[in-house]
């Protein structure tokens, strides 16, 4: 039997145990030694992309990965439990290693027939428009003949990027020169290098509205809008549903938010960073007048951007020769017209024999008489027709009429004058003459193709030319 002295000091000695154990298990040390064990079981995704490729990812000043799609993929470990792991480097180098299994996934491309010989693709991300720019020593050129092959003229792409793989396919004869990324494609334009390149809407905007150089280029052509998606190494299929299912929180709302960091500026390209520094030092009344400053002039650049996006969009819908509509425009216009109104007209006329004027006079005269017939058309047409060259020599009408009689004598009348007054204003042995088409449509567009108003000029070709045949719908 144990004596009560010994009792009593077995006791102490178990109770000085217990709580020794608990110190250490509460200890600072003994907690983050577990919360490293749970940082340890937290998987890592891989996700590569190009590190020149403003807004959407590139390393800023410190090489810190930012940018849209940073952003996303950010917001996808935060939500999903991921430790997010940036590759960004040159853009084709970027696929590489999606390819080889050096990455998990692509932060964001578009599908083509030859990526999908070697990717899956899997949550689609947003849209994105591109262009062909030209620099302003370029104004006045036709971007069908550059496009066709017809001029010496090299526009540049980014290696290895849908942009390459869409010009080589779309326009076979044109002169590309390869870049590695965007921003060494933007800087050999912007410095005078490069006169004409193709790249998306939203990355020349950043590149060029955040600069002080005055090398303007403008959107002459509009190419494609595609959708980003996110993309895999052909044949992971459990990664690509792994990834794709966890992505349900990717709604509209939550896109908006995450570009709308992005949309006009970035305060890291417009102020530089040593100029923060430096304010710390100051003492308050001053940092409370650069934050109020640094407020106005926010307003004022995003102000500026947005005019200047304003302006590009005006121009992506604007033939660059002829100043009037683009085909784009036109099409665009019969898609959001169908069914309404009624009594409506679309037209469609070339200039007769045009191939006559370039063999005859040169490319440039031909250039001469396409904008007289733009001019003269458009002076001879109420303000509010939509008129757009959607072709080499080719345009398009669209306009309501209250007669199918009315739109055959509006037509009539622009076969007449352009004949009429290429006259006084050319000196040719005979007059500049187009042939028109008119398909009517007394309920309504009841399709956004031009396929009645084409028949209908063909049959004005086969008549003589220079006449107009209405076609009622």
């Known amino acids: 039997m144990w004596k009560p002295g010994a009792y009593l000091l077995w006791s102490q000695r178990v109770v000085f145990t217990l709580v020794f154990c608990l110190a250490i298990l509460s200890s600072p040390a003994s907690f983050a030694a577990h919360s490293d064990t749970e940082q340890a079981k937290k998987p890592t995704l891989k996700v590569a992309n190009s590190h020149s490729w403003r807004p959407f990812s ?46 998990d996934v692509h932060a964001g491309l578009l599908q083509s027939p030859e990526r999908l010989t070697f990717m899956d693709f899997g949550t689609p991300l947003f849209a994105i428009d591109t262009q062909v720019f030209f620099s302003q020593s370029m104004m006045g050129t036709s971007a069908d003949y550059v496009l066709a092959g017809e001029t010496d003229n090299v526009i540049g792409v980014v290696k290895g990027g849908y942009e390459q793989e869409f010009m080589e396919t779309a326009f076979p004869l044109v002169s590309l020169r390869l870049f590695p990324n965007n921003q060494a494609m933007l800087d050999a334009a912007l410095s005078g290098e490069l006169q004409a390149f193709v790249a998306d809407l939203q990355v020349a905007n950043y590149h060029l509205y955040t600069t002080t150089n005055q090398n303007l280029f403008i959107p002459v052509r509009h ?9 895999f190494a052909k044949g992971n ?17 939550t896109k908006r938010q995450l570009l709308n960091r992005w949309v006009y500026y970035d305060v890291e390209t417009v102020y530089p960073a040593y100029l923060f520094p430096t304010l710390i030092t100051l003492g308050v009344l001053i940092v409370v007048s650069y934050i109020l400053l640094l407020k106005r002039n926010v307003r004022q650049k995003t102000r500026a951007l947005q005019i200047a996006n304003g302006q590009l969009q005006e121009q992506a819908v604007t033939d660059s020769l002829t100043q009037l509509y683009n085909r784009r425009f036109f099409y665009q216009c019969l898609k959001d017209k169908q069914g309404e109104p009624k009594n409506m007209a679309l037209m469609v006329f070339d200039i007769d024999d045009f191939k006559a004027f370039n063999d005859g006079f040169g490319h440039a005269h031909g250039d001469e008489v396409i904008c007289f017939v733009a001019e003269t058309a458009k002076s001879l047409l109420p303000n509010d027709a939509i008129l757009a060259r959607i072709g080499g020599e080719e345009f398009g009408i669209l306009h309501p009429f209250s007669s199918a009689e009315r739109a055959l004598s509006q037509a009539r009348l622009l076969c007449d004058e352009i004949a009429r007054q290429s006259l006084a204003r050319f000196n040719h042995p005979m007059p500049v003459t187009i042939s028109l088409g008119v398909a009517y449509y007394p309920d309504g567009l009841s399709d956004s193709e031009i396929v009645a108003a084409d028949k209908a000029m063909y049959q004005a070709k086969k008549q003589g030319k220079h006449c107009a045949v209405l076609n009622v719908i």
Not at 243 to 249: E, I, L, Q
């Open 58 to 103: 590139y390393l800023d000043r410190n090489q810190e990965p930012k940018g849209i799609l940073i952003d996303f993929w950010q917001e996808f470990g935060t939500r999903n439990g991921y430790d997010i792991e940036f590759l960004l480097t040159d853009w084709q180098t970027s696929i590489d290693l999606v390819r080889s299994g050096q990455a």
């Open 223 to 231: 190419l494609y809008t595609e959708t980003l998606y996110a993309g």
């Open 237 to 253: 299929t459990a990664l690509l549903n792994q990834v794709s299912n966890k992505f349900n929180w990717l709604d509209d709302d």
